[in-house]
């Protein structure tokens, strides 16, 4: 038996943000698969069953409340509900512990599942995640990787997102004592290889944002000072100042035969790099950071994307590594300077031309120009797929309509957007 499927609501065009999330919204729950526990997704229709944040069950839960809240309509959450089920009843069989691909992201979902919708059982399996996340981490990290998707700055902002700030604390901890001087700075080895990333998603900037997220919360100055001196060593390396910022994806180049020099995303470039500056902004008030912050979004803006100028360009329309990303830092954007919207609303545009519709919903399938062929199956998930454009497209839809643009439920390393009239120094 198929899962259930809410019905579309009634749009006044087809080609609205909202009419797009509502459709994407449709194919992304005819892939469910009922199981004895709840709702599985697999990262690719018709592949294996995926409980991830990144390309998983975990964060299609959380597009689905997102869905419920915008939409009020309960059916998206009884969905989210059995898929939450199935994931708390995977949690003691998990052995990965990470944000994006292991118990963190787990405990995020089954957290804002009790939070939004009064289920508690998902509080328990949300404890037990994280009780299996601390008894397996060995004093310094728990895998090779140490940075943001697998290693300890995932782990601690998660912990953090789910209440448990000892456990976020203990994560940073070691990255006090393993931070090297640098000409700018510091940095971090975060993998085994002489590589070193700059970036959100594997480098610098993605332990700076924990170093200072969690320092903020734990009332730490040692944690948020190494914080900025992981900063100082990331803007030290931009090639393109004064007017705009863009930094290498890492040195020695890691992997360049595969990994692009420069990228604009929110994983590898600036769309992500801003978002840490927001974070730093907000806790220190100095205004060099919205001034980098700036930046960022002006070589964002003058790079050329959506556009493909050059393959392998810009060849992704998710939140990870493509268009929704830059579509949530417009939106901040908005939010937090009262920006006009007509880049967001470029950007959209794009996502509607690349939809692929049918009686089936919409889905989007991204591009890897050195395969064949070239266009890629369609995901589901909140990295590459459905689920983390809908979350954009439904927050577009708010903010362009003149509502409160917030999430339904935060991501862990994305800081909600602030109205200045809002704002406090921390």
């Known amino acids: 038996m198929e899962p259930p499927r809410p019905g579309r609501p009634s749009m006044p065009r087809t080609d609205t943000a909202e009419a797009l999330a509502?459709?994407?919204?449709?194919?992304?729950?005819?892939?469910?698969?009922?199981?004895?526990?709840?709702?599985?997704?697999p990262s690719v229709a018709g592949g294996a069953d995926d409980d991830t944040l990144y390309s998983g069950g975990a964060g299609i839960v959380l597009a689905l409340l997102e869905a419920q809240r915008h939409f009020r309509d309960d059916r998206y959450g009884d969905v989210a509900l059995r898929g939450a089920r199935a994931l708390a009843a995977a949690v003691d069989g998990e052995d990965g512990c990470s944000l994006y691909f292991g118990?963190?992201?787990?405990?995020?979902?089954?957290?804002?599942?009790?939070?939004?919708?009064?289920?508690?059982?998902?509080?328990?399996?949300?404890?037990?995640a994280l009780s299996h996340v601390r008894s397996r981490f060995d004093g310094r990290r728990w895998g090779e990787m140490v940075?943001?998707?697998?290693?300890?700055?995932?782990?601690?902002?998660?912990?953090?997102?789910?209440?448990?700030?000892?456990?976020?604390?203990?994560?940073?901890?070691?990255?006090?004592?393993?931070?090297?001087?640098?000409?700018?700075?510091?940095?971090?080895?975060?993998?085994?290889?002489?590589?070193?990333?700059?970036?959100?998603?594997?480098?610098?900037?993605?332990?700076?944002?924990?170093l200072a997220a969690v320092g903020a919360a734990?009332?730490?100055?040692?944690?948020?000072?190494?914080?900025?001196?992981?900063?100082?060593?990331?803007?030290?390396?931009?090639e393109a100042g004064p007017a705009g910022f863009l930094v290498p994806h890492s040195d020695p180049p890691h992997r360049p035969d595969l990994i692009e020099r420069y990228s604009y995303g929110w994983c590898n470039g600036p769309a992500g790099d801003a978002q840490v500056f927001r974070l730093l902004g907000?806790?220190?008030?100095?205004?060099?950071?919205?001034?980098?912050?700036?930046?960022?979004?002006?070589?964002?803006?003058?790079?050329?994307?959506?556009?493909?100028?050059?393959?392998?360009?810009?060849?992704?329309?998710?939140r990870c590594c493509g268009t929704a990303g830059v579509l949530?830092?417009?939106?901040?954007?908005?939010?937090?300077?009262?920006?006009?919207?007509?880049?967001?609303?470029?950007?959209?545009?794009?996502?509607?031309?690349?939809?692929?519709?049918?009686?089936?919903?919409?889905?989007?399938?991204?591009h890897e120009h050195r395969v064949r062929p070239s266009t890629l199956a369609p995901r589901v998930g909140w990295a590459m797929g459905s689920a983390g454009i809908v979350r954009e497209l439904l927050r577009f839809t708010r903010a362009a309509g003149g509502v409160?643009?917030?999430?339904?439920?935060?991501?862990?390393?994305?800081?909600p957007a602030v109205p200045p009239a809002h704002r406090s120094r921390v």
Request: with cysteine.
């Open 22 to 41: 509502a459709a994407a919204l449709d194919w992304m729950i005819g892939t469910a698969r009922r199981t004895g526990a709840g709702l599985r997704w």
């Open 103 to 128: 118990l963190t992201g787990t405990a995020v979902a089954l957290s804002a599942v009790h939070r939004l919708l009064g289920d508690e059982r998902a509080a328990r399996a949300a404890d037990r």
């Open 147 to 210: 940075e943001l998707l697998f290693g300890n700055a995932g782990v601690a902002l998660g912990a953090l997102h789910a209440g448990d700030l000892d456990l976020a604390v203990l994560a940073v901890a070691p990255y006090l004592d393993t931070a090297d001087p640098t000409p700018g700075g510091v940095n971090w080895a975060v993998r085994p290889g002489p590589a070193r990333s700059h970036h959100v998603a594997h480098g610098t900037l993605g332990i700076v944002h924990a």
């Open 218 to 238: 734990a009332g730490r100055a040692d944690l948020i000072e190494l914080a900025l001196a992981g900063a100082a060593d990331v803007v030290s390396r931009d």
């Open 282 to 318: 907000a806790l220190t008030g100095d205004a060099t950071w919205t001034g980098l912050a700036d930046r960022c979004w002006h070589t964002v803006t003058h790079c050329g994307l959506p556009r493909r100028v050059r393959p392998g360009f810009w060849d992704n329309n998710g």
């Open 328 to 366: 949530a830092l417009a939106c901040d954007r908005h939010a937090e300077q009262a920006q006009p919207l007509d880049f967001a609303t470029g950007l959209v545009d794009d996502l509607a031309a690349r939809a692929t519709a049918d009686a089936d919903g919409v889905r989007w399938s991204n």
């Open 404 to 415: 409160d643009s917030a999430y339904a439920v935060p991501w862990p390393d994305h800081v």
